[in-house]
C-alpha cells in the first residue's frame, strides 16, 4: 500500500504550526483561537507532557474538526496505539521513538515519523508511508521537548518529496522564523518553547510564536 492510500489531515497552509504537548483543555482551546494547525497529545508514559486520559478526551472532543489532533508516542505497539486512535480519534499518529517502518502497515494511520538524527536515504524510504517527516534533536534519554536547539540549516541536505517537513528542538517565538528561513521547513513544532512549566502553556508566548512564524506568510 502506497503512502497516497492513507489520506493525510495535514492542512495545506504553510507554514504549518504544530503545538505539542498540550495537557490542558483552556490550552488546547487557545491554541485553536490562535491558529495553530495540529496540537500534539503525549502519550510517552516518561514524558512531563504526558496528557491524561480524561483530559486527552476532553481535548479531543472540544477541538475535534477545528484543528488537526496528533497523538504522540514513543516505541508503543501498534495495538496500543489503536487502542488510543479507537477512544479518542487522532487525526495523525506521531511516532518519536525507535519504531520499526513496519508499524506504518499494521496502523494504516497518517503517520508523522520523526528523527531524533540527520537521516539517510535508506531510513527515508522505508518512511514511504509517512504523511509528514518531523526533524528533532538528539537529546540523550529524553524524546523531544529538550529545548536544545540545533544547526537548522542542515535540514537542507534532506532529499525532499511532496510531504511536509517540521522542523523541533528549540523553537520558541525569538527563534521560530530564522529557523524557518534556515532549514527551508514546512513548518515548526513547539512544546517548551511555548510554555510556563512542562504541559503548561502560555497563552502570550503562543501568540507571539504565531505572530513570528506568519509574519510575512502568504
Known sequence: M??????SPIPARRPLVKICGVTRVEDAI????????????????KSPRRVQRDAA?????TCRARVAIVGVFVDASAAEIRRHHDELGFDLVQLHGDEPPGIADDLNLPIIEAFRFFPSMEALSAWQR??????????????????R???????????????????AGGIRPETARAALAASGADGVDVASGVERSPGEKDRERMQRLMEEVRRGAT
Open 149 to 167: 536547539g540545533w544547526n537548522y540549516a542542515s535540514a537542507r541536505r534532506l532529499p525532499r518529496d511532496s510531504r511536509p517537513l517540521l522542523i
Open 30 to 45: 487557545a491554541a485553536v483561537e490562535l491558529g495553530a494547525d495540529l496540537i500534539g497529545l503525549n502519550f510517552w508514559p
Open 57 to 61: 478526551r476532553a481535548i479531543a472532543e
Open 2 to 7: 502506497s503512502v497516497e492510500s492513507v489520506p
Open 130 to 147: 509517512a504523511s509528514a517527516i518531523l526533524l528533532d534533536v538528539a537529546a540523550g534519554s529524553r524524546y523531544g521537548g529538550s529545548a
